[in-house]
T-cell receptor, first 112, second 109 residues
Framework: DAMVIQNPRYQVTQFGKPVTLSCSQTLNHNVMYWYQQKSSQAPKLLFHYYDKDFNNEADTPDNFQSRRPNTSFCFLDIRSPGLGDAAMYLC???????????FGQGTRLTVV | GQSLEQPSEVTAVEGAIVQINCTYQTSGFYGLSWYQQHDGGAPTFLSYNALDGLEETGRFSSFLSRSDSYGYLLLQELQMKDSASYFCAKGGGNTPLVFGKGTRLSVIA
C-alpha cells in the first residue's frame, strides 16, 4: 500500500502559469519534505515542515511556496514556473526523531 | 555547511564487493543514512548510522566514523539489479535530511 502519494505523476504546465503539486501520507508522520531533483543530480531540499513549523531553505527561490493544511497533506505551489523549474519533485515524510524518510514516487514537471 | 562528498561513479563486477565512501561536514550532523534510487524511481532507505561502527542489513552494510566525519556503504554479492544511484544523507531527529550528490553504480557481468 502506498504510504506517500504524490499527484499527479506527470504534470505539464505552461511557462508562467501557476501550478500546484500535491502530496498525501498515511503514515501520520509529523515531518514532511519537498525536494527538487534534476536529471543526474541529488535531491535538493526546498522546504520541510516539523508539524506546522515551516522551514524554508535559504536558497529556495521565492517562486516556490508550500502549504500544509493538516498532518496528511502538503502542497508545493510554483507561482510562475520557468523552464529551469522543470524537474522531478519529491515529497517525503519521517517521524519526528526518526531516522528514515519515506518518499513518494514524485511528480515530474515539464514546463513548455 | 551542508555538503557531503561521494564519488560520482563506480563500476563493479557482478558477484563482487563494492564500497562507496562519503565524507561530510559536521554542522547539523545527527546521523548518516544511505538511499538507493533507480532511474525514474524514488529514493528508498537502505541503512542508517548514528553511532560509530558497522550496521549490517543483508547484503548491504554501512559504517560510520564520527571522529573522521566519514562513512561508507558496502554492497556484497553484487547483482545486476544493484545498478542504481546511491546517496549518502545526513539528518534525522529534528534536523532535515540533506543529500550528497550521489554515486552512480554500474554492475557489469
Amino acid at each position: 500500500d502506498a504510504m506517500v502519494i504524490q499527484n499527479p505523476r506527470y504534470q505539464v504546465t505552461q511557462f508562467g502559469k501557476p501550478v500546484t503539486l500535491s502530496c498525501s501520507q498515511t503514515l501520520n508522520h509529523n515531518v514532511m519534505y519537498w525536494y527538487q531533483q534534476k536529471s543526474s543530480q541529488a535531491p535538493k531540499l526546498l522546504f520541510h515542515y516539523y508539524d506546522k513549523d515551516f522551514n524554508n531553505e535559504a536558497d529556495t527561490p521565492d517562486n516556490f511556496q508550500s502549504r500544509r493544511p493538516n498532518t496528511s497533506f502538503c502542497f508545493l505551489d510554483i507561482r510562475s514556473p520557468g523552464l529551469g523549474d522543470a524537474a522531478m519533485y519529491l515529497c517525503a515524510t519521517s517521524a519526528g526523531g526518526g531516522k528514515v524518510a519515506f518518499f513518494g514516487q514524485g511528480t515530474r514537471l515539464t514546463v513548455v | 555547511g551542508q555538503s557531503l562528498e561521494q564519488p560520482s561513479e563506480v563500476t563493479a563486477v557482478e558477484g563482487a564487493i563494492v564500497q562507496i565512501n562519503c565524507t561530510y561536514q559536521t554542522s547539523g550532523f545527527y546521523g548518516l543514512s544511505w538511499y538507493q534510487q533507480h532511474d525514474g524511481g524514488a529514493p528508498t532507505f537502505l541503512s542508517y548510522n548514528a553511532l560509530d561502527g558497522l550496521e549490517e542489513t543483508g547484503r548491504f552494510s554501512s559504517f560510520l566514523s564520527r571522529s573522521d566525519s566519514y562513512g561508507y556503504l558496502l554492497l556484497q554479492e553484487l547483482q545486476m539489479k544493484d545498478s542504481a544511484s546511491y546517496f549518502c544523507a545526513k539528518g534525522g531527529g529534528n534536523t532535515p535530511l540533506v543529500f550528497g550528490k550521489g554515486t552512480r553504480l554500474s554492475v557489469i557481468a
